[in-house]
């Protein structure tokens, strides 16, 4: 990256970011926050209230079309909110000719009548669930409140209060009730009582529960009424759905609305990027970013179209808030989809996508290592990685995933597992093709040795955790910190490896010149250890008091207790393999019991088989993916990463609804 610089004469503003935005190479910063102490430049404040307006009207279009089902997508854009790609020359063909307001206007009156018809069928609705109940009575609700010297409740009570009831003699006393009918364990009642006992009366039904229906206000004939609200039922919800259809019809134009949104936007965000400028009553100043890569043709443009402006550049300083742009290889593009979830490095860092790309694959292999599974995954990620092509954030998850089904297979081969043990005789018959793969492929068995798989599983977290400091290291030397990679890592370096010397001794017989070197490592390590972490510290008592803390791993750079924790974690790689195994095995056995079933047992084993596996790929895909993800994020990442990169957007005709395609 560069930091520019840009000085241009305070009338050339508009068409200077005009054109900075159809090219897409600065990314704007806060140049008014920067030179606040130029008493001379101050901050624009030009307002955006158009562009919000035309915003806002366009959202509720396609909002409308959403909510109403209107809206066609992809198979890409149903799995994620992916943005319209659109070439310049039909974006500027749709400005020229769309006008959108009649479209926002008709929607609009639509979507009005829409929800004015299903407010009225509601109502409606509500109104004959009350009235339907009274329907299968013997009386109406005018007969009801008719009533003058005794009080009526019509409600429900559960079965057991109903019981209840009837055997209380203070209700029998007061009340006359009658059961009306029940449903499931409730009891519909009605319940009468002289006004004169009616609050009497009424605590009675409450103490049990009742749940009292109110009267409806009903005049005329209840059935009459009943057949008109179906009738208005009817009515609404025909012209409910002819707005419906009117929405639907007008979504045919949802592209062309997309496109002019995305124009607005790019204005609205035009008008940002020159409230984050200075200004004085003739110079105008953009302070920004841009790849060092494109430079070239930021300053030839600005030579080219705007001969009064004046661009400098430098190289970022530690301090500046500096964008980051990732680039990768086609073939690494897709491992930056973890970057992306865990957040972007510091610029003045180093991107880690090619350094944890081997691990993450392995760590994914080792979890969900089965052959069968591994090639189902690579069909499903690679059809959807066709269909997303031209969306990159979709297109490397599902690239991801298609590694991530090579690596599956490939552990698969090695621990002979296809779809668990289901290549076995009893199953497919003896000698079938899948059993004399698994014969000449697989060179180890996780059940039969799952000792040894946990101690290369902990070996491995043990390697991770050193690469993770040489890392580390790298990173300072980058910096130029010289001391810091000597004393934070270095010394790490040679205390860990005399640290599991030193304890392994505790569980096997170590040759006593070997346990004394590590023992004297050890310590020589740890006193510099106690000498250098506390570094900072101005008090020498604070320095040796954080020197000693840090060997456990509170504070420092590292710690052996830490390390300890690390390592240990990394034997959820077997834990999580064994899981994915041992549940396929069950469903093997489960369809193989299922064989025997006479006249049907070959599709009962067929559909076992399938459903039962098919389950096992969906639950343990989403653990063979978390959970490696954590030993990356966690395990691994906190030895080197700062996190701390913001993204490199540039001022473009970009937005988040479109993408403008050159």
């Not at 290592?369 to 069909?379: F, N, S």
């Not at 063979?624 to 994020?633: M, N, Q």
Request: glycine share 8%; hydrophobic share 45%.
């Amino acid at each position: 990256m560069k930091h520019v610089t840009l000085l241009a004469p305070r009338h050339t503003t508009p068409a200077l970011l005009e054109w900075l935005q159809e090219e897409g190479l600065v990314h704007v910063e806060d140049a008014a926050g920067r030179l606040a102490e130029a008493e001379d430049l101050k901050r624009p404040v030009l307002s955006a209230e158009e562009e919000d307006a035309h915003v806002h009207r366009l959202q509720l279009v396609l909002r409308a079309f959403e909510e109403l089902g209107a809206a066609r997508r992809s198979l890409a854009q149903s799995l994620v909110s992916l943005r319209t790609r659109v070439g310049r020359n039909e974006r500027s063909r749709v400005l020229r000719q769309f006008d959108y307001v009649s479209i926002y206007e008709q929607c609009m009156a639509a979507v009005d009548g829409y929800q004015r018809h299903q407010k009225a069928v509601e109502a409606a609705r509500t109104e004959l669930e009350s009235l339907e109940f009274f329907r299968t009575l013997p009386f109406g609700p005018p007969e009801v409140r008719a009533l003058r010297r005794t009080r009526a409740w019509i409600g429900t009570l559960p079965l057991s209060a109903w019981v209840g009831l009837c055997a209380d003699p203070e209700a029998a006393e007061v009340l006359a009730f009658q059961e009306l009918w029940r449903e499931r364990r409730k009891v519909h009642i009605c319940a009468l009582a002289l006004r004169t006992d009616e609050d009497r009366a009424l605590g009675i039904l409450r103490r049990h529960g009742l749940s009292e229906r109110p009267v409806p206000e009903l005049e005329g004939d209840l059935r009459a009424r009943l057949e008109e609200l179906r009738q208005e039922v009817r009515s609404r919800q025909a012209a409910r759905d002819q707005c419906a259809g009117q929405v639907r019809q007008l979504a045919q134009h949802r592209r062309e609305l997309e496109i002019v949104l995305g124009y607005w936007q790019a204005r609205r965000a035009r008008i940002q990027a020159q409230n984050r400028m200075a200004q004085s009553r003739r110079i105008a100043v953009l302070c920004g970013f841009v790849r060092q890569a494109d430079l070239p043709r930021l300053q030839e443009g600005l030579r080219s179209r705007f001969a009064a402006v004046s661009a400098i550049s430098r190289d970022p300083k530690p301090g500046d808030r500096v964008p980051v742009s990732l680039s990768h290889s086609r073939l690494l593009k897709p491992m930056r989809f973890l970057v992306d979830m865990f957040g972007l490095p510091d610029y003045f860092s180093f991107d880690p996508t090619p350094y944890l790309s081997l691990s993450f694959l392995v760590f994914f292999g080792m979890c969900f290592g089965d052959v069968v599974y591994g090639l189902l995954l690579c069909a499903v990620a690679g059809y959807l990685a066709r269909k997303s092509r031209g969306y990159e954030g979709l297109n490397n998850m599902c690239m991801l995933f298609f590694y991530c089904g090579i690596s599956t297979v490939l552990f698969g081969l090695l621990t002979g597992s296809w779809a668990s043990d289901l290549w076995r005789p009893e199953y497919l018959g003896q000698g079938n093709p899948i059993q004399w793969l698994k014969e000449r492929t697989a060179v180890l068995d996780p059940l039969e040795k799952a000792v040894g798989m946990l101690l290369a599983c902990l070996g491995l977290g043990v390697a991770s955790q050193f690469y993770g400091l040489i890392l580390k290291g790298y990173g300072l030397l980058r910096r130029g910190d010289l001391w810091g990679a000597v004393f934070d890592v270095g010394l790490w370096l040679l205390a860990i490896p005399a640290f599991l010397g030193v304890a392994s001794a505790l569980f096997v017989e170590l040759p006593g010149r070997v346990f004394r070197a590590a023992l004297a490592v050890l310590i020589l390590a740890g006193i510099g250890l106690v000498l250098t972490q506390g570094r900072q510290e101005k008090n020498v008592f604070a320095r040796i008091v954080t020197g000693l803390v840090s060997l456990y791993g509170i504070t420092g750079s590292y710690g052996c207790m830490s390390f300890v924790a690390d390592v240990l974690s990394y034997s959820r790689l077997l834990a999580l393999g064994l899981t994915t195994t041992v549940v396929g095995m069950s469903f093997n056995v489960v369809a193989g019991l299922v064989r025997e079933v006479p006249w049907a047992g070959l599709v009962l084993f067929a559909v076992v088989v399938a459903v039962g596996h098919l389950f096992n790929f969906a639950v343990s895909i989403i653990g063979s993916f978390v959970h490696p993800a954590r030993l990356i994020f966690l395990e691994f990442f906190n030895r080197f990463y700062e996190l701390g990169g913001v993204r490199f957007t540039p001022l473009s005709l970009d937005t988040e609804t479109v993408i403008v395609e050159s």
